[in-house]
Each structure stands twice: as structure tokens, then as C-alpha cells.
């Protein structure tokens, strides 16, 4: 960080240096007191006396280190009150010809090394089967993702209370669990990482279409999902899979300013200002996805993310969306529903037929669907709506929207469904 920068706003600094290293972090303390809560508890204290001390002292050069210094400082001092407490309770068991015990104080002051596995090995930890999907993501938010309870809560449209109900239920799981805070290897770690990205995938979803609430999207959410994604490439940068992820998150997340108009109202992919999306994050991307390709050139096998991510470049490489391949991009979905079947990527596989062969390919795509194939998701009558609109079927139309804007728990997602409902009825008169 800039020294200007710090020197003036200290307490800038320290949040800058907590979002930074906080992984880090908590990563080596849990590999030295194989304790997560405690890990959290002592870098917490840490973030607490650099929000006291830098202020007046000054930012330190390597506040990383600071921070890492003053953690095992308080670990010290945690751990030599409970051997003083150990002493005393096996003298008082002594003196009443009961056993004593000994246990070895973990060695705060050993060298950290092997930071980088240590937070590979706190994702997988944060990712732990024995948690629910949605514990993972708080989670990995929370001890990865270095937030605060306030903004996971803010996030995922819950009380800040709820939410660290959530976090302290998970770890106390993984406590229960007796989760080792060591890499899987073989199968395990496969689909362990598999785990991990998909809870990555869906705290940028998440952020990128809100699920509910006022706001189409809640951007700290998909920052914070691309953030995580390109960690994870740097922690596994031989996975064409988690390369594919990343490619995939920054690619839709270039989008992001596009998504709404001046006055906030949702504007789809087709009718974006493209000189509005991120070319950093296109060129992060399309990076990404070209290291994925050269390491799938040697036989490793891709899955969804790859497949996903190769489609998202298909628009990241149409100048306007006129030049969108959508040929190419019904390909890519073909393969994709063999490779990882499913009824989300069937119904965007009939928007692809749809503007690659046109409307009523891709209603014969959808067709094939069950209808309680996604619940109540507004997904299918969305898309239906969409399909019959490009068929001249308004009507239909009209009927399809207003069920889907019936479905959706999202505000802005809904005044959008409603407007194209009331559209196509317009046109029938």
C-alpha cells in the first residue's frame, strides 16, 4: 500500500492490511494451535491492537508481519496461562494422589513457513463436508474472505445475530467433526475442491444476481467471489478446472457496471453498453481460461467452469452483440449438458439454440424439461417468456413473465418481468 496512503488514514491501513492477510493469518495460527476458533480469536486480537497502536505509532513497513507478531504474542500468552492453570490443577491432583497430566504448549515462536498451503489448507477446511452449503460459504467468508459478521449478514440479506449463529454452529461442527486441518489427497481432494469451488461460484452468484431482496446485485459479494477464485488459482495453478473458475468469475463479473441503467434498473446481457465492461477483468480472464487451455492440451480432463468459462469468452469476444457466435456458444453448451448435466444448464442451453437456430429450437429445449425441474424458480417461465417474445408469440409472452415475476424473491428482478409482461401485452392491442 502507498506509504502516503497510510500515513494519512491509519485506520484505512489496518482494514487494508486485514482484507490482505487475514487469510494468511488464520491459516498458520490453526496450523500452530489446531484450533480454528482460537486461530480467529488471536487474529482478531491482532486486528484489534493494530486499530489501537497505528493510529499513534504509525503503520508498521511490513504490516503483515505486524500482525503475525503480535497474533503469536497473544497466542504465547494464551497458552502459558493455560499450562500455569495445567500446573496448578496437577499439583492440587498430586496433593490428592490423583494423576497429573502434561501437555506440550504448541511452538508459537517455530518459523511460519508454507503460508500459501496453509490458507489452500484453511479453504478446504472452510469447505468441510460436514458443513451445509450455506455454513460453507459463511465461512470461507469469514475466515478466507477476512469479512466481518455485519458484512456476511449484510450480504446474504440476514441479521448480523443469525449470522454468527451460523459461523459459531460451523465451527463447533468442525470441531464435533474433528476436521484435520490437513490437504486431502486422491479422490478426496478432488471432490473436495470441487466443494470449494462450488461454494466460491456461489458466493459470487450470490453478489452477481441476487437471489432476493431490493438490489439486482450485491457487488461486494462477486468481488469478493473473484477475489477468492483468483487465490485459489494461485494456490492450484495446474487445475484447468479452477482456472476455468476464475476465467469464468472475472469474465461475467467485467459486466457488472453494465448490469444497470443510471436510474438502477436492470439492463440484460444483449442490451449492455459493452464499452462499459471491465477490460482488466476480461483480459484477467481470457488469461486465465488461455492457461487452462494449454494445461488441458496435455490430456487433463475439464469440467463446467472450463466450459462455462469458454462461453462467457464467446461474449467477452463480441465487439457488439450483433457478433455474438451463438453457434459456438449452443456447441459449448451441448458439451457442457453432457459433461455436467443438469436443468440450469439446460435452460440456458435453450437460449443458446434460441439465437443460434432460432426461437422454437430453443423452446423444444426447454420443452424437454420437467416442470418442477427447478422448483419455483423463475428461470424456465423467464426464459419461456423470452423465447415466445423473439417468436411473436406476446401473449404467451405476457403469461410466462408475469408467472416468472410471481416467482422471484428479487425486487428489481421482478419490476423487470413485470415491465416485459406489460410489453408484450401492449402489443396485442
Given at each position: 500500500m502507498p506509504a502516503e496512503t497510510s500515513a494519512a488514514d491509519p485506520t484505512a491501513a489496518v482494514h487494508a492490511a486485514w482484507r490482505a492477510e487475514s487469510a494468511r493469518l488464520v491459516g498458520a495460527l490453526t496450523r500452530m494451535t489446531r484450533d480454528v476458533d482460537l486461530a480467529e480469536d488471536l487474529a482478531q486480537d491482532a486486528l484489534v491492537a493494530a486499530l489501537e497502536q497505528w493510529?499513534?505509532?504509525?503503520?508498521?513497513?511490513?504490516?503483515?508481519?505486524?500482525?503475525?507478531?503480535?497474533?503469536?504474542?497473544?497466542?504465547?500468552?494464551?497458552?502459558?496461562?493455560?499450562?500455569?492453570?495445567?500446573?496448578?490443577?496437577?499439583?492440587?491432583?498430586?496433593?490428592?494422589?490423583?494423576?497429573?497430566?502434561?501437555v506440550a504448549m504448541p511452538d508459537l515462536d517455530a518459523q511460519v513457513d508454507h503460508i500459501e498451503d496453509d490458507v489452500l489448507r484453511l479453504i478446504f477446511l472452510s469447505c468441510h463436508p460436514s458443513l451445509s452449503a450455506e455454513s460453507r460459504a459463511a465461512l470461507t467468508l469469514r475466515l478466507v474472505g477476512g469479512l466481518t459478521t455485519a458484512e456476511i449478514a449484510r450480504g446474504f440479506l440476514t441479521t448480523e445475530s443469525a449470522m454468527g449463529q451460523r459461523i459459531s454452529r460451523a465451527k463447533r461442527t468442525l470441531a464435533e467433526a474433528s476436521a484435520e486441518f490437513e490437504l486431502p489427497v486422491g479422490a478426496e481432494r478432488v471432490a473436495r475442491l470441487d466443494d470449494v469451488m462450488a461454494v466460491i461460484y456461489l458466493i459470487f452468484n450470490e453478489g452477481y444476481a441476487a437471489t432476493s431482496g431490493p438490489d439486482w446485485m450485491r457487488p461486494?459479494?462477486?468481488?469478493?467471489?473473484?477475489?477468492?477464485?483468483?487465490?485459489?488459482?494461485?494456490?492450484?495453478?495446474?487445475?484447468?478446472?479452477?482456472?476455468?473458475?476464475?476465467?469464468?468469475?472475472?469474465?461475467?463479473?467485467?459486466?457488472?457496471?453494465?448490469?444497470?441503467?443510471?436510474?438502477?434498473?436492470?439492463?440484460?446481457?444483449?442490451?449492455?453498453?459493452?464499452?462499459?465492461?471491465?477490460?482488466?477483468?476480461?483480459?484477467?480472464?481470457?488469461?486465465?481460461?488461455?492457461?487452462?487451455?494449454?494445461?488441458?492440451?496435455?490430456?487433463?480432463?475439464?469440467?463446467?467452469?472450463?466450459?462455462?468459462?469458454?462461453?462467457?469468452?464467446?461474449?467477452?469476444?463480441a465487439a457488439r452483440a450483433d457478433d455474438t457466435n451463438w453457434r459456438r456458444i449452443a456447441a459449448l453448451y451441448d458439451v457442457l449438458a453432457s459433461a455436467a448435466p443438469g436443468p440450469v444448464v439446460e435452460v440456458n442451453r435453450a437460449v443458446a439454440h434460441g439465437r443460434a437456430f432460432g426461437s422454437f429450437a430453443g423452446l423444444q429445449v426447454l420443452s424437454a424439461l420437467a416442470p418442477d425441474a427447478l422448483g419455483d424458480s423463475p428461470l424456465v417461465p423467464s426464459v419461456r417468456g423470452d423465447l415466445l417474445e423473439r417468436a411473436g408469440d406476446h401473449a404467451e409472452a405476457a403469461e410466462a413473465f408475469t408467472e416468472a415475476a410471481r416467482r422471484t424473491r428479487n425486487e428489481s428482478e421482478r419490476a423487470l418481468l413485470l415491465r416485459r409482461a406489460e410489453e408484450n401485452s401492449g402489443r396485442l392491442s
Open positions: 493510529p499513534t505509532a504509525g503503520v508498521p513497513d511490513n504490516p503483515g508481519a505486524w500482525l503475525m507478531t503480535t497474533a503469536k504474542r497473544r497466542g504465547v500468552d494464551h497458552f502459558r496461562r493455560a499450562d500455569t492453570l495445567r500446573r496448578k490443577v496437577a499439583a492440587l491432583a498430586h496433593e490428592r494422589g490423583g494423576p497429573g497430566e502434561e461486494e459479494l462477486a468481488v469478493e467471489g473473484m477475489r477468492l477464485a483468483r487465490m485459489l488459482a494461485d494456490l492450484a495453478p495446474d487445475e484447468p478446472e479452477v482456472l476455468g473458475l476464475q476465467a469464468l468469475l472475472e469474465i461475467q463479473g467485467s459486466r457488472m457496471a453494465a448490469r444497470l441503467s443510471e436510474s438502477g434498473e436492470p439492463i440484460l446481457l444483449e442490451a449492455q453498453d459493452r464499452r462499459r465492461w471491465d477490460p482488466l477483468l476480461i483480459r484477467r480472464g481470457l488469461a486465465a481460461l488461455g492457461r487452462a487451455e494449454e494445461i488441458a492440451a496435455t490430456g487433463v480432463a475439464v469440467g463446467r467452469y472450463f466450459l462455462q468459462a469458454s462461453i462467457a469468452a464467446q461474449h467477452a469476444l
